[in-house]
């Protein structure tokens, strides 16, 4: 006896036709206008737009988000000849998602490397949440390119980029407490202080921005302090990263970075 297979067509699609157009239309400006490769790479720039969707879904973004997350760089690098503009955007898939690619698209190329990155990171003290997690998603995907190919290259990784390694990584941290201190609870706040401590660890931070040492009758746990690397803010006791194992002193660690910002020395005991 045949099996009668009956279609529900009322069922909520996960893999809907608006996610499907914004995957040929990311396809189309990164690859098949311009076959866009990620930087100093032969891997094709399309796997960048799509693993920042694929995060955003894993945190159960709305469809919106992911689309913006697919999208999110084609205003910002489609040809001239192919240009994509937000009114298209708007057009295809609505004000919402057109508004968040436009708040993480850069806005005037013809600012230097150092300007675009200071005006990128003004804007986000104007993001909404899901601004926020779209941009969370793309340094995530970013950063963690960077981290596994500096495994496998070392410092070479650095020489395909238009600024120094140090600009580079201190650019990511800063941006990382930004967004964290505008939404400390994101889905991704973890992971982009994951990404945020293995980005401190490649650079040379410590020499250039050595702990403060103190004598530990100097200490409070409520006196402010502050990371120079990636701009947290706070105290010993809200860092809740303060290390008492040795013997010589206490110190205390950005909850962010991870770099260490104080080294209260305990007193010598005489024999």
Known sequence: ??????LNYNHIMIY???IQKAIRLSTKTHEIDQKQKRKGKDIPYITHPLTVGLILARTGATEDLVIAGILHDTIEDSTPENKVTKEM???IFGQNV???VLSVT????SLSWEERKSEALEHIKTFS???LLLKSADI???TSEIIDDHEKEGEQTFERFNATKEKILQNYLLTITAIIKNWSESPLADDLRYVARKLQSIGSFMSQYPAKMIEYSDYNEDMPINCSVCNWEGTPKSSNWIDTDSHDGLSV????CEKMLLVASYPLIKS
């Open 1 to 6: 006896m045949a099996l009668k297979v009956i």
């Open 16 to 18: 809907t036709s608006r």
């Open 89 to 91: 955007i708007t057009d």
């Open 98 to 100: 057109s508004d968040l």
């Open 106 to 109: 850069e806005q005037n190329k």
């Open 129 to 131: 949440r899901e601004s």
């Open 140 to 142: 995530i995907a970013n």
């Open 253 to 256: 660690s950005c909850p962010n």
